[in-house]
Nanobody, 115 residues
Framework: QVQVVESGGGLVQPGGSLRLSCAAS????????MGWYRQAPGKQRELVAS???????SYANLVKGRFTISRDNAKNTVFLQMNSLKPEDTAVYYC?????????WGQGTQVTVSS
C-alpha cells in the first residue's frame, strides 16, 4: 500500500494561485494512478484531476484550464497547480494513490479562497 501526505494548502484571495503537493511512499508509486479530490462542507467528495502512470491527465469540467496536475516519479510526488482560484474552490483537498483495487488516501489539506 502507498502512503500519501498532502501539503501546500492555505488561504488565498480570489484570482490567486496555490500549488499542492502529495508525497507518496513506496517504490510502486510510479505504477499508481494518482488523483486529487476535494470535499467542501456539506458536499460529497469529488474528483478534481487525475494522472496515470504514463502521464495522461484528466480534469473535472469546473477546473479545466485553471488547474494542472503533474507528477515527478523520481521524487514520488504529484502536484496540483491551481490558478485563478475562486471561492467555490474552497474545500479540503485529498490525494489518492490507486494501484489496482487498492486505494490509499492522504489526510487532506485545507484550501480556502476568500478576500
Amino acid at each position: 500500500q502507498v502512503q500519501v501526505v498532502e501539503s501546500g494548502g492555505g488561504l488565498v484571495q480570489p484570482g490567486g494561485s496555490l500549488r499542492l503537493s502529495c508525497a507518496a511512499s513506496g517504490s510502486i508509486f510510479r505504477m499508481s494512478v494518482m488523483g486529487w479530490y476535494r470535499q467542501a462542507p456539506g458536499k460529497q467528495r469529488e474528483l478534481v484531476a487525475s494522472i496515470t502512470s504514463l502521464g495522461s491527465t484528466s480534469y473535472a469540467n469546473l477546473v479545466k484550464g485553471r488547474f494542472t496536475i503533474s507528477r515527478d516519479n523520481a521524487k514520488n510526488t504529484v502536484f496540483l497547480q491551481m490558478n485563478s482560484l475562486k471561492p467555490e474552490d474552497t474545500a479540503v483537498y485529498y490525494c489518492l494513490a490507486r494501484l489496482g483495487p487498492v486505494d490509499s488516501w492522504g489526510q487532506g489539506t485545507q484550501v480556502t479562497v476568500s478576500s
